[in-house]
């Protein structure tokens, strides 16, 4: 499950870095960026987590196997 973020839909209230630090942060430009852009499978379920609760939908998953 490879999560990215589409950047122009982001609007940084950093709900995917309180789900999933693993995975997302927020940084100082007020953008959430993936850090880890191959996490293991024991974090799916956060980052579904992420894609489902982020508001604007901006978190896309390229592999949704
Ligand atoms: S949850 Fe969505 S809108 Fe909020 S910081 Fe993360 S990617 Fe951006």
Redesign the pocket.
Known sequence: MKPK?NAE?????????EICPEV?E?RDDG??YVIDEDPPENLNDKIEE?VE????S??IIEDAE
């Open positions: 973020i839909e982001c609007i940084g209230d950093g709900i995917c870095e997302f927020l953008l959430a992420s609760e982020c508001p604007t901006a978190i």
